[in-house]
């Protein structure tokens, strides 16, 4: 089990992960919406956003995307924390624990084997995203 930060930018996290780059060094891996497979289905004004970047050295792993929620996003909502884990009973147990009295907003699903993320904000709305396996 490994947890991460992952941060939420509002289409600038390019620019906010290269500074990051600049500040801490390491290698940066940029995935935007028009590089997936369904990415020629989205309009061209949106293909350009981050769906997922990563920062990685020998003292830092730093994950972000422009893609918030249906809200949007604001102050509190930025910053999510990322939880990997290898084992589905494990990653079912974890998710209900902190999903109690929480909200939760992608539930777990079969679909998570092939890369589907579930996700909730917990009772003191700390935000969580979980996926199946190793590190992205």
């Given at each position: 089990?490994?947890?991460?930060?992952?941060?939420?930018?509002?289409g600038n996290c390019k620019e906010a992960m290269h500074f990051y780059q600049s500040c801490f060094g390491g290698e940066l891996q940029f995935t935007?919406?028009?590089?997936?497979?369904?990415?020629?289905q989205f309009p061209m004004e949106i293909r350009q956003l981050v769906l997922h970047a990563r920062l990685e050295s020998e003292h830092i792993r730093l994950f972000a995307s422009?893609?918030?929620g249906e809200e949007g996003v604001a102050s509190g909502n930025t910053i999510s924390l990322w939880i990997s884990i290898a084992?589905?009973?494990?990653?079912?147990?974890?998710?209900?624990?902190?999903?109690k009295r929480g909200r939760v907003t992608a539930p777990l699903t079969p679909e998570m084997l092939d890369g589907q993320w579930a996700t909730l904000t917990d009772q003191y709305d700390v935000q969580w995203i979980f996926s199946i396996g190793g590190e992205s």
């Amino acid at each position: 089990m490994a947890i991460y930060p992952f941060l939420t930018f509002n289409g600038n996290c390019k620019e906010a992960m290269h500074f990051y780059q600049s500040c801490f060094g390491g290698e940066l891996q940029f995935t935007c919406l028009g590089d997936t497979p369904a990415g020629k289905q989205f309009p061209m004004e949106i293909r350009q956003l981050v769906l997922h970047a990563r920062l990685e050295s020998e003292h830092i792993r730093l994950f972000a995307s422009d893609l918030g929620g249906e809200e949007g996003v604001a102050s509190g909502n930025t910053i999510s924390l990322w939880i990997s884990i290898a084992a589905p009973e494990q990653l079912r147990l974890v998710f209900g624990r902190l999903s109690k009295r929480g909200r939760v907003t992608a539930p777990l699903t079969p679909e998570m084997l092939d890369g589907q993320w579930a996700t909730l904000t917990d009772q003191y709305d700390v935000q969580w995203i979980f996926s199946i396996g190793g590190e992205s």
